[in-house]
Each structure stands twice: as C-alpha cells, then as structure tokens.
C-alpha cells in the first residue's frame, strides 16, 4: 500500500498515512482517502483550501430558497427528527440546564430543546446565511465563528450537541479538547457523524454519499472513536445506527452516483442548486425523482438490517463526561 508522508492527519496532524482509495468533489476535483498510522483516523488528502472550502460553503450548500430544501415535506421531516433529537437532551436532564449547539444550523433544534423545559441555548454557527436564521430563535445565545478556548467557563454546560458537524472542523482536536474543559461533570455529549466503517461506504468508497469531500475532512471507525472518547474521560451511554433521516437516502444517493459523472446531483437539485444539473435531461432527472420516492421503503428495511450490524451509513453517541 503506498504511503503518504506530505499531508496531516484531519484529526491529530501526523503526517504518516496509508493511501486507501480516490474520491471527488462536486466541482470535480480529485482527492484521496488516506487513514492515519497515528490515530487511525480516515481523511481527505490533500487538505482542501480556504479558497476551495470557501466554495463548497457558499450560499447552495444551504439550500438556494429560505430554507434547506425546496420541498416543504422535507423541512417537515426534519422538524420531526429535530424534535426527536431535543427528547433526548430532556430524557438525561430532566427539565432545565444549559445546552450548547456546535454548528447550530438554523438554530430550530435549539428552539425544540427550549420547548420542552427551562433550558438556557446556546448555538455556534460559522457566518453566513444559516446563522441568520438562526438569530431570529427566541432566546437563542448564538455566537457567529468557531468554538475557542475562552467561550465558557470550564464546567459550566450540562449538555453539548454536535449532529453532523465534527467531521466538518478544521481543528477537531482542540475542540474536544474544550468541549471536555466546559462541559461539567456528568453532563452529556450527543454527537452524529457519518460512518466510514458502514457497509454503504465500504461498497461505494469514493462514491459514497456521506464521503461529502470537501466539506468532511475526517472520519472515525466508530471503534475507534469510542476509545479517543474514553481516553478523554467521557462513558458512552447511547450509541444509535439506524436512522431515517440520514442513511437509506446515503445509500440511494452513492447508487445514483454509480451512474452519473456528477456526484450528488439529486441531492443538489432538491437544495434548488438547477445550475449544477444543468447538462441531465429533464426525463433522466426526474428517473432520479422517481428511484429516490418507489425506493424509499426498501432502504429503510436495508438500514434497519445494517443498523443490528452496527454497520448504518451514520451513527449517533452520546457520551457522559466522568
Ligand atoms: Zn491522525
């Protein structure tokens, strides 16, 4: 296997990897999957730019219209699984304390959480157009960047929550670093991220959905990420693989990029992005529509099926600071 001493580590910066297999972004640029000798860590080599980050981040990554996706049912959806995400932070602090949001979004899971108790929120979230909606949540304590050092005090939150967003971070190590430092004793920390070890990003590897280069830099194996997590002090107390929201449409989503130069281009025309699907007819990409709505069903009982393996597309844990 060639080896690769030029470009860090996502997660821990060590320069010594395995080169795995090839990927591309949706603007068609070539990267790798390289696993680090280090901290066993998956990630993308080389290193996008800032130039390059800035682009994949820009206004379609969020949805073109008001929100997300264009089609109402699927910001409904989403709500639901918000709401569902909120029961858990209730479930493990009963009715009051402070909850943290790393990459908050448009801030409507935070505003689910201050539903259902007396819940101080707080959401981080990088400027742009998520962040403004984002303000507008009633009670929201919301800082537009990054999580740094000195955002909170040390063990002054009861419940910190990153879904879909550490695989997203430029400095991934020191933020866990400071999410151990500020979350107390005994609080929790829900996350989700996609998983590299699942059956769906063993078959389509560098097809593979939830592979999303540029914007997810690294991947953890989950076993070995439950191991960083113990070294760092946390217990697990949930681990969840099935998942509606995100894995049978990660499964769908790799099919179709079996078949098309461009990956994501479904997933991209229901954001509203029509620019990127410009050159498919309008006969191929409603095929697209219809594979994604008849073949729903099936994934889900495939999920349901990877899910008992400890093998779906994502995962969620929740761990409790000792
Ligand atoms: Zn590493």
Redesign the pocket.
């Known amino acids: 296997m060639q080896n690769d001493t030029e470009n ?7 320069k010594d ?1 395995a080169v795995l297999y090839p990927t591309y972004d949706i603007f068609g640029k070539n990267y790798h999957i390289n696993q ?6 998956y ?1 993308l080599s080389p290193h996008p730019s800032p130039e390059e980050l800035a682009r994949a981040y820009d206004t379609s990554y969020y949805g073109v219209g008001e929100e997300k996706f264009n089609e109402g049912w699927i910001e409904k959806m989403l709500d639901y699984f918000r709401g569902k995400r909120a029961d858990i932070i209730k479930n493990h602090l009963g009715e009051k304390g402070k909850v943290l949001d790393i990459g908050c979004g448009n801030g409507r899971f935070l505003s689910f959480v201050k539903d259902r108790g007396n819940f101080e929120i707080f959401g981080i979230e990088p400027e742009g157009g998520s962040a403004k909606r984002a303000a507008d949540i009633k009670g929201i304590n919301l800082k537009i960047g990054f999580l740094e050092e000195n955002d909170f005090e040390s063990e002054s939150l009861n419940a910190i929550t990153l879904f879909h967003v550490f695989e997203h971070l430029t400095e991934p190590k020191a933020t866990l670093e400071i999410i151990q430092k500020i979350l107390k004793r005994g609080g929790i920390l829900v996350m989700s991220f996609p998983n590299i070890g699942s059956w769906q990003a063993q078959i389509f590897k560098g097809k593979w959905f939830h592979m999303d280069p540029p914007r997810h830099l ?1 991947f953890f194996a989950t076993k070995d990420f439950k191991q960083l997590m113990t070294e760092l002090g946390f217990e697990l107390i949930r681990e969840k693989h099935f998942s509606i929201e995100y894995n049978p449409y990660g499964t769908q989503q790799s099919i179709l990029n079996m078949f098309h130069k461009k990956r994501e281009a479904l997933y991209e025309l229901l954001k509203g992005n029509k620019e990127y699907v410009k050159e498919y007819s309008k006969f191929n990409l409603f095929m697209q529509q219809l594979f994604f709505k008849l073949t729903g069903p099936i994934f889900i009982v495939l999920d349901a099926i990877e899910s008992t393996f400890k093998k779906g597309g994502t995962v969620e844990f929740a761990f409790r600071k000792k």
């Not at 860090?8 to 060590?14: D, E, L, T």
């Not at 680090?36 to 860590?41: G, L, M």
């Open positions: 860090p580590c996502g997660y821990c910066k060590n990897s680090c000798q280090n901290c066993n860590a990630f690294f």
